[in-house]
């Protein structure tokens, strides 16, 4: 593989001003195919089979599109705690739902001060209207969403209180806020300390941006064929940003230390492309390989997201073997700061010695190995305590200063907490009508329950809709518990079959099954770590080590996350809008993505050290020259995303909030801690032995990632006449 990438790299210097040009006009033209060919995401998450989505297909089929339609529930307060059902302020709600009626898209609206079905609590101060389009959630567009919010200001300045809930009112997760802003200019910083040139660090962060760019809009234009998640774009793009710059970080880094050896511009280029860049190619198809595997749990909307955000690696991976030699051709030997270039090839090579900060933290930690790595396994265990109390839920908690989330409040005041998570029972079967009367009575008597309606059937009496109020708020154990006792108590009804559906069923379904999965999928990440890093470094213990220090990494990253998000410790202090269980899909996808940045910082800093040792190094002096070499390289590389991370986090987005939350902090444990403590502390533990490798397993191929190649190939000797040529 060295050999292949190094032509490459020659391929790249060569053809430089080309390779760029090609690069420029993908990026247009995926501009173009996004601002043309792009359509809209949906913020719901379903699994197809389940009880609960099965439910929401025959709503549709029995009750019309009206009956599975994106609805907004409009939530009215009097403004001075006077009845809303007299005077001026009926008179204002009935305009209201007399607007609402009319809007572009919408069905029907209805009228809370209807005697026949009242919308109005008992104090008569709170009120709602629902209002039903007849596009399916995800599908009420920008425009039909402009004119809600104007009918809801007209009805403010008549004096009321109105905020709008429900589905039809949602708001697309971007990318490009002023958190992410925030975390690319301290990327930025990093890159400029390190490489003491703001144009190096300028052009590693344009080429990761170009990749980024290009990834985010292939999903753009995908969402014009394809039903995609709105989480799906923000994902891709926080990940593909902090593995872009990190890659080409790698690549850079090679190239510069090559240019400090005494290399042409060409030589240091191929070679850089053939050693850094085949750590690149194993790291990506690392991260390409779990995200993909997300496939394997069977569930669609995180294989979608999975998928797209193993195509951005991809690009970011393509953009460092090809863009950034290119630019680097381009810039020669500008990327070095003024003062090394004109030196560059008289300082000759320029190991790291045993001078520095990271060469003194190497020597203690290796010298008093035992306790460093005890310390360290000791500390990761207690912060990941609380993993084994984790909660999940697809209810996603709104920001506290969204009309939805102001909504809520209006009717968790005015109706009790249930309110904002009703269940939905579906009758299907002949007769439907008269079996949902029947257990209507049961229904209430269950535990949690406070309130069913009358049974709404359709036309042919062929399925009835029954709704069921809990006394608990949507997100709540009791809620799901409720959800769970329902399904008991309807499954052995004669002649009709009962459905469970609503926010909180279609929560539970899904958790349940993401949660059956995670195990799958961890078992599986961990083989492929173990496979991957026998073939690497031609070891067994290497692997296990890297394996147990990944599964610190996910325990502490996801315990400090459940104890800040769950439990609310510091919750306030940085910014936690609100508590309660982690989102269902955040723990499998944290897992995958941490599990391809921990193989990247196992396998870039671990093989400086087999390299050490395999050019006759003893073992301990390996452990401490390979660290020396890559640490500086590892320490940025993960100063950088936790920037990216970050910066997310700052953002509104529930899911991308908690998934950047523990990302960051994955980035920090597994760089800062397993990677610079427990490895090289268990590696100077077994010395010779941590390069063991069974008898029987010596057939395995070896995967080249320190340019092994390339050195034999330097090594040989010209062939004659060679230099004629």
Request: proline letters at 5%.
């Amino acid at each position: 593989m060295a050999l292949l990438l190094s032509r490459l790299g020659t391929y790249a210097h060569r053809h430089r001003l080309a390779v760029v040009l090609v690069w420029l006009l993908v990026l247009i033209g995926g501009g173009v195919g996004a601002a043309t060919l792009g359509g809209t995401t949906s913020s719901t998450f379903s699994i197809p089979g389940q009880e609960s989505t099965t439910a929401l297909d025959l709503i549709e089929r029995d009750f019309g599109a009206g009956g599975n339609g994106a609805t907004a529930r409009v939530v009215v307060q009097s403004p001075d705690g006077s009845p809303l059902t007299v005077g001026s302020n009926a008179t204002a709600l009935g305009d209201l739902v007399t607007d609402l009626g009319q809007l572009p898209g919408v069905l029907r609206a209805s009228n809370p001060l209807d005697p026949a079905a009242p919308a109005v609590n008992a104090d008569q101060t709170v009120a709602y209207s629902t209002v039903t389009y007849g596009e399916p959630v995800g599908g009420v567009t920008a425009p039909e969403q402009d004119a809600l919010v104007a009918a809801v200001d007209g009805a403010r300045a008549d004096g009321l209180t109105v905020e709008i809930g429900g589905e039809a009112l949602t708001e697309t997760p971007g990318v490009g806020g002023a958190g992410e802003a925030a975390g690319v200019v301290v990327a930025l910083v990093i890159l400029a300390i390190t490489y003491g040139t703001l144009v190096t660090a300028g052009m590693n962060l344009l080429t990761a941006v170009v990749g980024v760019g290009v990834g985010i809009m292939g999903i753009t234009i995908a969402t014009g064929f394809l039903d995609l998640s709105s989480t799906t774009s923000a994902l891709a793009g926080m990940l593909g940003l902090a593995v872009g710059i990190d890659y080409a970080l790698f690549i850079i880094s090679r190239y510069r230390q090559e240019l400090r050896r005494g290399s042409d511009v060409g030589t240091a280029v191929s070679t850089a492309v053939g050693t850094a860049g085949s750590a690149v190619v194993t790291a990506g198809l690392t991260v390409v390989i779990a995200l993909v595997g997300l496939a394997v749990v069977g569930i669609p909307f995180l294989t979608q997201m999975g998928i797209a955000a193993a195509g951005t690696i991809v690009i970011a991976v393509l953009v460092a073997l090809t863009l950034v030699p290119a630019v680097l051709a381009l810039l020669g030997r500008r990327v070095l700061p003024k003062k090394q270039r004109s030196a560059a090839a008289e300082t000759g090579d320029t190991p790291a010695r045993g001078r520095g900060f990271l060469a003194g933290w190497v020597a203690g930690v290796t010298r008093h190995r035992l306790l460093a790595l005890v310390t360290a396994v000791v500390a990761l265990g207690v912060i990941a305590v609380p993993f084994f109390s984790m909660q999940t839920t697809l209810v996603q908690a709104l920001p506290e200063d969204s009309t939805q989330a102001r909504a809520e409040q209006l009717l968790a005041g005015g109706f009790g907490p249930g309110f904002n998570g009703p269940l939905t029972v579906l009758f299907e079967g002949s007769g439907a009508a008269e079996a949902a009367a029947g257990a209507r009575d049961g229904i209430a008597a269950l535990p949690d329950v406070a309130a069913v309606a009358a049974p709404i059937p359709n036309p042919t009496d062929s399925a009835a809709l029954l709704t069921v109020v809990p006394q608990s708020g949507p997100a709540t154990q009791a809620t799901e518990a409720l959800v769970a006792d329902l399904r008991g108590q309807l499954a052995d009804l004669d002649g009709v079959r009962a459905y469970v559906t609503g926010s909180t069923a279609v929560s539970v379904d899904v958790s349940e099954s993401l949660d059956a999965a995670l195990p799958v999928y961890l078992v599986l990440v961990v083989g492929l770590a173990l496979v991957l890093l026998v073939l690497v470094f031609r070891s067994l213990p290497v692997p296990l080590i890297g394996v147990l220090g990944f599964l610190l990494t996910i325990g502490a990253s996801l315990g400090a996350t459940v104890a800040v998000f769950q439990w609310g410790w510091l919750a306030d202090a940085i910014g936690v809008p609100s508590t309660g269980p982690l989102l269902s899909l955040a723990p499998i996808l944290v897992i995958g993505i941490l599990f391809g940045l921990a193989m990247d910082y196992q396998i870039f800093l671990v093989s400086r050290m087999h390299e050490a040792h395999s050019h006759g190094a003893p073992a301990l002096d390996a452990v401490r020259t390979g660290f020396r070499q890559a640490a500086p390289v590892v320490v940025t590389a993960a100063l950088i995303m936790f920037s990216v991370f970050a910066g997310f986090f700052t953002g509104d987005e529930a899911t991308i909030k908690t998934i950047a939350f523990a990302l960051a902090t994955g980035i920090l444990v597994d760089a800062f801690v397993v990677r610079m403590v427990v490895v090289p502390a268990a590696l100077a533990l077994l010395g010779e032995r941590a390069w063991w490798l069974p008898r029987w397993l010596r057939w395995l191929p070896a995967l080249d990632v320190e340019g092994a190649a390339l050195e034999h190939r330097a090594d040989a000797p010209e062939p004659v006449g060679a230099g004629a040529r």
